[in-house]
């Protein structure tokens, strides 16, 4: 069975520019989660998708955005790309929304760098 | 707030010795505590998890024990092994999950 799936591996973008991240879910996963990784802040939520729907939503400013689409592939974008958002992007999928009833499986992050 | 705090941030070992890592949380609709593994250059690897109506529980030689009351859960691997070394990090779920800051673990052979 394969895992989580995400593309890019990495990306290079610059100052003022969008990106756009691909998740494929481990199959049968309904549930996405993203996750932002930086040295100084850690693993930090960004949002959660389940059966194309956004159910959770961390405190990130609304340049980042995602989209769940009919097969669970999910998409994250980020407008107007800033130095700090430089990070590992992680997507992770589970069974089913939410921590109740499922673990949650990582893929392997998207690097991006924006100079 | 809802953070989890974890400690030590790094801990080294030498092969063969246990190591022991402790979170703290503060939210007490907390019931899911997983904790991760993560290698240079990889995504997070779920090793073990907790839900919050058991105590203690064990996959070979690693353990997870939980006190509800004293909001804590804590990690602990026995007869490390150099590729036990990289970083790992305790997380607390309800609906999502709020990760600790993490510890660098080396298991010096």
């Known amino acids: 069975k394969a895992g989580v799936t995400q593309t890019p591996r990495y990306l290079i973008k610059t100052r003022g520019q969008q990106v756009t991240l691909s998740c494929s879910p481990i199959s049968g996963h309904r549930s996405v989660s993203w996750y932002q990784q930086t040295p100084g802040q850690g693993l930090q939520f960004l949002f959660e998708y389940f059966s194309e729907t956004q159910r959770n939503k961390g405190n990130f400013p609304g340049r980042f955005s995602g989209r769940q689409f009919s097969n669970s592939r999910s998409e994250m974008n980020v407008s107007t790309l800033e130095l700090g958002d430089s990070a590992l992007y992680l997507c992770?999928?589970?069974?089913?929304?939410?921590?109740?009833?499922?673990?949650?499986?990582f893929g392997q992050g998207t690097r991006l760098t924006v100079v | 707030g809802e953070n989890v705090e974890q400690h030590p941030s790094t801990l080294s070992v030498q092969e063969g010795d246990s190591a022991v890592i402790k979170c703290t949380y503060s939210d007490s609709a907390s019931n899911y505590f997983p904790w991760y593994k993560q290698e240079l250059g990889k995504g997070p690897q779920l090793i073990i998890d907790?839900?919050?109506?058991?105590g203690e529980k064990k996959d070979q030689r690693i353990a997870v024990t939980l006190n509800k009351t004293a909001k804590h859960f804590s990690l602990h691997i026995t007869e490390t092994q150099p590729e036990d070394s990289a970083v790992y990090f305790c997380?607390?779920?309800?609906?999502?999950?709020?990760f600790g800051k993490g510890t660098m673990l080396l298991v010096s052979p």
């Open positions: 907790i839900r919050s109506n058991v």
């Open positions: 992770a999928s589970s069974l089913l929304s939410g921590t109740r009833n499922t673990e949650a499986f």
């Open positions: 997380a607390r779920g309800y609906s999502t999950l709020t």
